[in-house]
């Protein structure tokens, strides 16, 4: 079974700082994929990264950067000087590959979502 | 490129009626999934079709709904009859490989809000 946990339900912060959303997942699979959605007040859930079980790098892309750790189970997202765009509901998922018959599984497992809130 | 489209935007009923959602996915998209996000969780999949068979059902509860994906583009699902607990957001999503495997980006539609009172 997956499991995703996003400890942090509720965070605010004031324009310009920076701020981490904590991921920690559980999963059986050996291969695996990470990723982080945005979903904004309209409503659709908005692709910002995915990172596979063996790429261990951080990555950067502007003003947002992931941290994987394999070891402690996490894929953290950090937003550097952050705007009141940024206010949303980010999500954490994970997408195991279920080897079982030698097949592929794509079923993605969404934590419970942290409500970000940017204030001028 | 149009994204993932859904129709109605909302949607309010009263207990026990029936509501239809719809869902075209992005053009060329093979994998077609359905959602059900309550207030302040993350999204559960109902569905995942892959063309037009269903790879995953088993956690759509068939007693009261259904979906179907006719001719592997454009999908309905319908609630017959809701339930207050019906209440949320139904989002559906697409995703372009047909082999439905775990490293597919899925993309979103806005989803459609159903109210059950």
């Known amino acids: 079974a997956q499991k995703v946990t996003q400890a942090q339900t509720e965070i605010s912060v004031v324009e310009k700082e920076d701020v981490t959303l904590d991921c920690v997942y559980e999963?059986?699979?050996?291969?695996?994929?990470l990723f982080w959605y945005k979903q904004p007040p309209s409503g659709e859930l908005v692709f910002l990264i995915r990172?596979?079980?063996?790429?261990?790098q951080n990555e950067i892309s502007g003003r947002y950067s992931w941290n994987f750790q394999k070891s402690t189970s996490s894929f953290n997202f950090t937003i550097t000087a952050s705007q009141v765009v940024d206010s949303a509901v980010y999500f954490c998922a994970l997408n195991g590959v279920s080897n079982a018959g030698g097949t592929s599984y794509g079923k993605l497992t969404f934590g419970q979502g942290t409500i970000l809130t940017v204030h001028p | 490129e149009a994204g993932v489209a859904q129709s109605p935007r909302y949607k309010i009923i009263e207990k026990r009626q029936s509501v239809a959602f719809w869902c075209n996915p992005i053009?060329?998209?093979?994998?077609l999934y359905w959602y059900q996000q309550i207030l302040g969780q993350g999204p559960k999949l109902l569905i995942q079709f892959q063309n037009n068979g269903v790879v995953d059902d088993s956690q759509l509860p068939k007693d009261r709904f259904s979906a179907e994906r006719l001719k592997g583009v454009d999908s309905t699902l319908k609630i017959q009859p809701a339930k207050l607990e019906d209440s949320a957001v139904y989002l559906c999503a697409s995703s372009l490989d047909g082999r439905g495997v775990a490293k597919n980006i899925q993309y979103f539609g806005a989803g459609t809000r159903l109210s059950v009172l």
């Open positions: 999963t059986r699979d050996t291969t695996y994929y």
């Open positions: 053009s060329g998209h093979a994998t």
């Open positions: 990172r596979n079980s063996f790429d261990e």
